[in-house]
C-alpha cells in the first residue's frame, strides 16, 4: 500500500511554497486518513513510516470512540449471542468497572486503567458482614472485561488490549456431601412444606430431586429446567438442553433405577419434573430448613476471615454435585466422568478427581491405634 504527499490547495494559494505538507493514505479498513505534518522533509519521513506500517500489517488505527458508545455497540451486537445469565453476569461486571474507573474513550483503557481498577475493587465489602470481595469475583469481573476489551480491539478501538494480571486465588475445597448426612437429609425429607398442591407430598418432590441430583451431577438450574417431554421413564433416557444447560449443547444422560422410582412418584402434568412455583431464595431456605432438621452442622473453614451465618455451616446444591464426582471417580474413566457432568475443559474434572484422591490418601493417612484395631477384631 502507498502513501502520497501533498498540499492543501487553499493554503498553498495563501502561503505559496511555504505551505505545510500532508500525508494521506488509504488504511487496512478502506477509510482514507491523512496527516498535515509540516515540511517536505518531515512529511517524507512520516509518509516511509506509515508505507511501512501498512505493508507489514502493524498499522493502528488511532479511534476516539468513547466507552458509552462502545458499551452500546457492544451490548447489541456481542451480548444477544450469551446466554440470558451470562448477559447478567457481564452487565455486572462493566458496570463495577465504570463505578470504579469512570472510563473515557476506549482508546485510553491501558494496563495501568485495569490495575487501578484491580485495586478499588479489593477495597468492596463482600456479601458477608465484615468481609471483602473474594479474588474469584474480582478475577470473574476481570475475565468479563477482558472479552468486552478484547472485541473494542478487533474492532479497531484499541490500538491494543492490554494486560490483565488476576489475583491470586485460593485453592479452595468446596463442602462435598457424605454418605452420612446424605442419607440424614434424605430422611427428613418429610419436614418440607413446599412445593404444595400438586398431587404428591413435598417430602416425595425432595426426596426425587435429591435422588436425581446424587444420581446425574446435574447442576441445580439444569433439575429444575428439566421438562417431562425430555425423559422416558421406561428407558431411563434423559436429554439436558443446551438453552438451559451451562455446557452449550444437548445430551442424552442415563438415570439409574432407583432415580427413576423416585420420579414416577412426582410424575404430575405439569411441563416440569420438579416444578418449584416459588422464588430461588425460597428453594435455598427449604434445603437449609431439611439440613437443620436433620442436625447437619459443618466446619465453616473461614470463620476466622469473616462473621459467619447459618448459610456457613449447611451444604449448597453443588455440594450434591461434588458428591457424585467423589463417589463416582473410581467407578468411571475421566473421559466418561467429563460427559456426564459436562465439563468443557478436562482440567476442570481433572480437578474433581485430584479432591477424591486427595479425600481419599488422607482417610489412609490417619494413624489408627493398634489397640483400638484389636479392640474391632
Not at 52 to 81: M, V
Not at 155 to 161: R, T
Not at 170 to 195: L, M, W, Y
Amino acid at each position: 500500500m502507498k502513501a502520497w504527499l501533498f498540499q492543501d490547495f487553499r493554503q498553498k494559494q495563501k502561503l505559496g511554497g511555504s505551505a505545510p505538507w500532508s500525508v494521506g493514505w488509504i488504511d487496512p479498513d478502506g477509510k482514507r486518513k491523512s496527516k498535515r505534518v509540516g515540511a517536505k522533509s518531515v512529511a517524507e519521513k512520516h509518509q516511509r513510516m506509515i508505507e511501512g506500517q501498512l505493508a507489514s500489517g502493524t498499522y493502528q488505527n488511532k479511534s476516539r470512540k468513547d466507552w458509552k458508545s462502545f458499551r452500546e455497540e457492544f451490548e447489541k451486537k456481542i451480548l444477544p449471542r450469551l446466554a440470558p445469565r451470562s448477559q447478567a453476569v457481564m452487565r455486572q461486571s462493566l458496570d463495577c468497572f465504570e463505578k470504579h474507573c469512570k472510563p473515557g474513550r476506549v482508546a485510553t483503557i491501558t494496563t495501568a486503567a485495569i490495575d487501578s481498577f484491580i485495586s478499588k475493587r479489593t477495597a468492596d465489602r463482600g456479601i458477608k458482614a465484615g468481609s471483602k470481595v473474594s479474588a474469584a469475583t474480582i478475577n470473574k469481573d476481570l475475565r468479563h472485561l477482558k472479552a468486552a476489551i478484547r472485541v473494542a480491539a478487533e474492532w479497531g478501538y484499541v490500538v491494543k488490549s492490554p494486560k490483565f494480571r488476576m489475583v491470586r486465588e485460593e485453592s479452595r475445597i468446596g463442602h462435598v456431601i457424605t454418605a452420612e448426612n446424605f442419607q440424614a437429609i434424605f430422611a427428613k425429607c418429610d419436614t418440607a412444606t413446599a412445593p404444595s398442591k400438586q398431587g404428591f407430598s413435598a417430602g416425595d418432590w425432595w426426596r426425587a430431586l435429591m435422588m436425581f441430583a446424587i444420581g446425574t451431577g446435574w447442576r441445580i438450574e439444569e433439575i429444575l429446567s428439566l421438562k417431562w417431554e425430555d425423559v422416558n421413564l421406561e428407558t431411563g433416557a434423559v436429554i439436558t438442553r443446551a438453552a438451559t444447560n451451562k455446557g452449550g449443547r444437548d445430551d442424552l444422560d442415563r438415570l439409574p433405577g432407583v432415580v427413576i422410582d423416585h420420579l414416577r412418584l412426582i410424575r404430575g402434568f405439569g411441563a416440569f419434573v420438579f416444578h418449584w412455583p416459588l422464588s430461588e431464595r425460597r428453594l435455598w431456605l427449604a434445603f437449609h430448613k431439611i439440613q437443620e432438621a436433620a442436625g447437619v452442622h459443618l466446619i465453616c473453614p473461614y470463620a476466622d476471615r469473616h462473621e459467619c451465618t447459618s448459610c456457613c455451616h449447611l451444604y449448597g446444591f453443588h455440594a450434591l454435585r461434588r458428591g457424585y464426582a467423589t463417589f463416582n471417580v473410581a467407578r468411571m474413566s475421566g473421559p466418561l466422568l467429563q460427559k456426564k457432568m459436562r465439563h468443557k475443559s478436562f482440567s476442570t474434572t481433572l480437578r474433581y478427581i485430584q479432591l477424591a484422591d486427595k479425600m481419599s490418601e488422607a482417610a489412609e493417612a490417619v494413624f489408627i491405634p493398634e489397640v483400638a484395631k484389636a479392640a474391632m477384631a
